[in-house]
């Protein structure tokens, strides 16, 4: 066997062993019934551990392409081309070696816990349903039958509803926009991946706010950028740390969520939005505006975006209506130079043909409502009222164990634990009590923080949540201490 593994891949090296006795059986030089080399022998030829390569043979057969008996040694399936002479792919190895990567497996625990079992929800990044405004939407629907076009509408989303969410900015947010320079997307998450898969290319640099939601987004990876972090303290990220960067790797685009940030809850002050955009223009750096939570401002005031001082163009603006309305609405946008729209217009077109017609009435009927108004101070109302429950019972049960900024606005919390714990054991203990959260290494690049969402759960929920939190606190520090 001339093949020898590297042992500079970060693949395992029993994967790597693995995959190539598996291309060797699909081009033939092993064949069916074959008896491949013991154990031993192998781990001698290949100079590995012997459990190497039992954990490798182990793979093989989980894939149904060995056969192993004891005393018998491994051999090739006599079925693996089947009674037909074809063979089943591979599925497993397929779903390993896509180039979109999955999220990361804490991400895919919490979020397949919460939906399986009963646990209060203070990781989900969603509204309670309390909060949405059921009762608006029937009228709407009872009011004003629908009697719109039904075949694919305008590449860059309905017309109606893009100078419905002109108006909104303009009014809302002090953005002048008109509906050519607007895309309408399935909520902010489409609009960023359609910005890094169309923008970027492989070997970019990118600055990301740390900690941040985007820190915790595989597409990065998975387009191949390489991403560089910006602290963000209680006044946001510091322009000064974006020129560093910038000086040592050429920074392409950074994303910013300047507003209520996530997860930290802190709102970047006038000062550093200022020298953020004199920097994006001395340097040609777009930046991405993630602007989720603006509106949900405790006290109604809300904080002049990115793009309403941008006098250059260099800033994409993305929003949405999951944090202020409803998740599943599925009604976010993109506002930039029409040039760049068309081309997200086009690349979303490749994907899904258009966004639905129906949420996107739905949505434009909200937006032109009064009731809209009368929403937003009921949610700014009910989410002060959920973050001052959350903060309240940790400060109560946990006191000086936990810190915490206070947020003005949005739906989460992040906290810095005062004692070191194993955050993966924490959140299996907190699970097995009934209530879920996100780690902080999830989020960001310190150690010992989590972020609990108060947004997702009403204040009796929130207050039972935080009791079963610090409960599995104690009891993780407990078998830490002994």
């Known amino acids: 066997m001339d093949?020898?593994?590297?042992?500079?891949?970060?693949?395992p090296i029993y994967k790597q062993i693995a995959d190539y006795i598996e291309q060797g059986i699909s081009e033939g030089t092993f064949s069916a019934d074959s008896l491949l080399p013991s154990e031993r022998a192998l781990a001698s030829e290949l100079q590995v551990n012997r459990s190497t390569v039992v954990a490798a043979y182990e793979e093989l057969q989980s894939l149904g392409v060995v056969e192993r008996k004891k005393g018998s040694g491994t051999r090739v399936s006599t079925n693996i081309w089947g009674i037909a002479h074809k063979r089943v792919?591979?599925?497993?190895?397929?779903?390993?070696?896509?180039s979109f990567l999955p999220n990361l497996p804490m991400v895919q625990r919490i979020r397949t816990e919460t939906y399986k079992n009963d646990l209060i929800n203070l990781a989900s990044g969603e509204l309670t349903e309390a909060l949405f405004p059921n009762t608006e939407f029937q009228a709407i629907l009872f009011q004003k039958p629908f009697t719109g076009y039904l075949g694919y509408d305008h590449p860059q989303g309905n017309e109606?509803?893009?100078?419905?969410?002109?108006?909104?900015?303009?009014?809302h947010k002090k953005i002048k926009a008109d509906p050519a320079s607007v895309l309408i997307t399935s909520g902010a998450q489409q609009a960023l991946h359609l910005i890094?898969?169309?923008?970027?290319?492989?070997?970019?640099?990118?600055?990301i706010e740390d900690p941040s939601y985007c820190y915790s987004l595989p597409i990065f990876q998975s387009a191949g950028l390489k991403t560089f972090h910006l602290p963000v303290d209680e006044q946001g990220m510091n322009p000064q740390d974006l020129v560093n960067l910038h000086k040592k790797h050429k920074i392409r685009m950074v994303f910013l969520n300047p507003d209520h940030q996530n997860p930290s809850g802190t709102a970047m002050s006038q000062a550093r939005r200022r020298k953020v955009l004199e920097l994006s223009a001395e340097f040609g750096i777009p930046v991405i505006e993630d602007d989720p939570y603006s509106l949900t401002?405790?006290?109604?005031?809300?904080?002049?975006?990115?793009?309403?001082?941008?006098?250059?163009?260099?800033?994409l603006y993305v929003s949405s209506?999951?944090?202020?309305?409803?998740?599943?609405?599925?009604?976010?946008?993109?506002?930039?130079?029409?040039?760049?729209?068309q081309r997200l217009a086009d690349a979303k077109q490749q994907v899904d043909f258009g966004h639905s017609i129906f949420?996107?009435?739905?949505?434009?009927?909200?937006?032109?409502?009064?009731?809209?108004?009368?929403?937003?101070?009921m949610l700014r109302g009910k989410l002060e009222a959920q973050r001052n429950e959350i903060t309240s019972t940790l400060t109560k049960?946990?006191?000086?164990?936990?810190?915490?900024?206070?947020?003005?606005?949005?739906?989460?919390l992040w906290c810095k634990l005062k004692e070191e714990v194993n955050e993966y054991e924490l959140l299996n203990e907190s699970m097995k009590r009934g209530v879920a959260f996100v780690p902080g290494s999830i989020m960001g690049s310190k150690t010992g923080y989590v972020r609990l969402t108060f947004g997702r759960e009403e204040p009796e929920a929130i207050r039972k949540g935080i009791v079963r939190f610090a409960e599995a606190l104690k009891a993780v520090q407990s078998l830490t201490q002994t």
């Open 3 to 11: 093949w020898r593994p590297d042992r500079t891949d970060k693949k």
């Open 89 to 98: 792919p591979n599925w497993g190895r397929y779903v390993e070696d896509g």
């Open 160 to 171: 109606s509803l893009r100078k419905a969410i002109c108006a909104h900015v303009e009014q």
């Open 196 to 207: 890094i898969q169309c923008l970027l290319k492989p070997g970019d640099a990118v600055a």
């Open 297 to 315: 401002s405790f006290n109604g005031e809300v904080h002049p975006t990115l793009k309403s001082m941008d006098e250059n163009g260099n800033v």
């Open 321 to 341: 209506l999951s944090k202020i309305v409803a998740s599943g609405l599925r009604i976010g946008w993109v506002i930039g130079p029409s040039t760049v729209i």
């Open 359 to 377: 949420p996107q009435w739905v949505a434009k009927e909200f937006l032109e409502s009064e009731q809209f108004h009368d929403h937003i101070a």
């Open 397 to 412: 049960i946990l006191g000086d164990q936990v810190e915490f900024f206070m947020p003005q606005g949005g739906i989460h």
